[in-house]
């Protein structure tokens, strides 16, 4: 999860590191540092904390040279301190590593190196690196290897095999000022290629203020960049010749605007990107033209028995509205799996089944280690019927979930700075809604009639969202005061709105690090009732249709313990139970978590806000899960 950045070129390397890790601080800011390298040596400049109080220490303390490697932190083994900021050097103080992923046998590592006589001055997995590469150059150098790249190289090549886990780690030696190695094993590393230089990065905001052009580096791929081009190599120390492609999709840099935070303009982006995607999607046709376009081949979709989808966190609240929608709309069975459970409990396989991954990175570790063993163990069936479909939704068609999945549905959002998902969850609701009402099409599981009357509603959706945040932002904010010292909240949703109260629950923990959970309405009354008093607000989303009085039926059982209740819903005398209300447009049942989402993302961030909290970067997460 954490974020590395490496370069080479004529420049001066630490603007540019620097750089980088601003556009990747998303991925982890417990601590960052940088290493560059020069005729005189090797200079380390770390710092506990947010980035700037490296970017203070590097004003102050300067680090010169062309050649450097940068890491911004999300802790895994050991704490948020200095000690434990990347780069890690050896006790010589000439080789310097940074890593984003896991050592999973650094402690027996550690132990062979101490009983070596190797001390070790931080708590990381990533700190035996550096010592067993100098290792290995000093046996390279000892048998008559020059300090060039190529001995750099090779050492690294040494190495990478006595390592287990998922890496993606670059390399400075201060011996060789002209060279640096890069490699990667399950975990993301590009290649940007600049002008008289080359910039390598864990994601591609990183990379776009420099280039769009881009080389991503494969699994077990080894790559040392010189100032007179690329040598990638592959596990098995093969020379491999690949072209680079070109950054695909909207804009990768990070622009706040006059927002004070990038959590409240992704909120206020959703209705131009609902609009973009839907103009791209669901384009007026004719009577007998397809409803959806979507860049899937009907071939995927034909003859289905089953969908399984693998997601995580957001993604999967997301999934969850999917999987009513395949089933209600498509008439398909569709189960839902946390990827990190299905690496380890899949189901028995089934004939014709479509497994959809969702990310919105492109690079959550868990749901593409999911979708590969799905891919493997269908390979390893071998019966056609058995074949392995896969199908990725993402906002990165540029990540490893675009090269291991043969399609994908782009969500097409922009890039999303705040670690709370916003608008790339409104983005894969909407490639399910997509992806469903092509299914139905296609199986002729709903009339045609009755598909064009959602479609027509979808179009309306991006007016509606606009006037919705509008009207609710400034409600929210005055309603978050009433939050100050609330411990706990529980979330109210029935059908299709369930997975938009877990959403909410989620969201609020995330920003505010206030306990919520989220719970189907009915299921109140089986345990969790004993939670509510007059301490411990009700939120409840209760939208009209099949549900609509089965809900209101259960947010009166919650008034009836004293729980102050907010109201997700219509405004109406039906609704007037509620303390407070949120008002949302009366639409298609099917359709409503397009617009029940905004008052949860609204109410969440002004509660975190008004606490006068880091609502962009909260405290313990990342917005790329790359590791286990």
Not at 66 to 72: A, K, R, V
Not at 490 to 510: C, D, S, V
Request: aromatic share 4%; proline share 6%.
């Amino acid at each position: 999860m954490c974020g590395i950045v490496a370069v080479i070129g004529t420049r001066d390397a630490a603007p540019l590191l620097l750089d980088g890790l601003r556009q990747l601080e998303y991925r982890g800011y417990d601590s960052a540092g940088v290493a560059t390298v020069e005729a005189g040596g090797l200079t380390c400049v770390r710092a506990e904390g947010k980035l700037l109080n490296l970017t203070a220490r590097v004003e102050r303390e300067g680090a010169p040279g062309h050649c450097g490697i940068g890491h911004t932190r999300w802790a895994t083994h050991g704490k948020p301190e200095e000690r434990n900021a990347h780069p890690h050097l050896d006790a010589g103080r000439e080789v310097a590593v940074v890593q984003n992923g896991i050592i999973e046998n650094h402690r027996l590592l550690r132990e062979q190196l101490q009983a070596e006589g190797v001390q070790f001055l931080s708590d990381t997995d990533t700190e035996v690196i550096p010592h067993l590469l100098s290792k290995e150059l000093k046996a390279l150098t000892a048998a008559g290897a020059a300090a060039t790249g190529a001995t750099l190289l090779l050492a690294l090549q040494r190495t990478l095999p006595q390592l287990e886990g998922a890496y993606a780690l670059a390399v400075l030696w201060a011996q060789c000022p002209e060279a640096l190695v890069v490699a990667r094993k399950q975990a993301p590393l590009l290649i940007g290629f600049g002008e008289g230089e080359f910039i390598c990065a864990s994601d591609t905001p990183a990379l776009a203020g420099v280039t769009r052009t881009i080389l991503p580096l494969e699994d077990g791929e080894v790559a040392l960049l010189g100032p007179l081009g690329i040598e990638l190599y592959n596990a098995a120390g093969e020379r491999q010749q690949r072209l680079p492609t070109q950054l695909k999709g909207t804009d990768h840099v990070a622009d706040k605007r006059s927002f004070r935070h990038f959590m409240l303009k992704e909120i206020h982006e959703q209705p131009e990107t609902a609009a973009r995607w839907l103009a791209r999607h669901f384009p007026e046709g004719g009577p007998d033209d397809p409803l959806v376009a979507l860049p899937v081949e009907a071939a995927l979709l034909e003859g289905l028995q089953r969908i399984q989808v693998l997601a995580c966190g957001t993604s999967r609240h997301a999934a969850l509205v999917g999987a009513y929608l395949l089933e209600q709309l498509a008439g398909v069975p569709t189960s839902v799996y946390y990827a990190s459970e299905f690496r380890y409990g899949p189901p028995p396989l089934g004939p014709d089944t479509l497994t959809v991954g969702v990310t919105q990175s492109g690079e959550t570790a868990d749901t593409l280690a999911a979708l590969a063993m799905e891919q493997q163990r269908r390979a390893d069936h071998g019966d056609p019927a058995y074949r392995a479909r896969l199908l990725g939704i993402t906002n990165r068609p540029e990540s490893s979930l675009g090269r291991l999945v043969p399609q994908l549905i782009d969500i097409e959002a922009g890039v999303e700075v705040g670690v709370a998902a916003t608008k790339t969850f409104l983005g894969q609701l909407l490639a399910f809604y997509g992806l469903a009402i092509r299914l139905a099409e296609l199986r002729g599981s709903r009339s045609r009639s009755e598909l064009h009357g959602l479609v027509a509603q979808l179009r309306a959706l991006p007016a509606q969202l606009q006037t919705l945040i509008d009207r609710l932002d400034l409600r929210c904010a005055a309603l978050a005061h009433e939050f100050a010292d609330t411990q706990d909240v529980i979330y109210l949703g029935r059908g299709i709105n369930y997975p938009i109260a877990l959403e909410g629950a989620l969201k609020l923990k995330e920003i505010s690090y206030i306990h919520a959970e989220g719970y189907p309405a009915g299921e109140m009354k089986h345990g969790p009732i004993a939670l509510l008093d007059a301490r411990v607000p009700v939120v409840s989303v209760a939208m009209p249709g099949r549900v609509f009085d089965k809900v209101l039926s259960n947010a009166q059982e919650a008034k009836a313990r004293d729980a102050r209740l907010i109201g997700v819903a219509p405004e109406g005398p039906d609704t007037e139970i509620f303390d407070v209300l949120l008002p949302v447009p009366v639409v298609d049942e099917l359709l409503s978590p397009l617009l029940t989402l905004i008052p949860m993302q609204l109410l969440s961030y002004h509660i975190a806000a008004h606490r006068g909290l880091d609502v962009d970067q909260p405290r313990n997460l990342a917005k790329s899960v790359t590791v286990e």
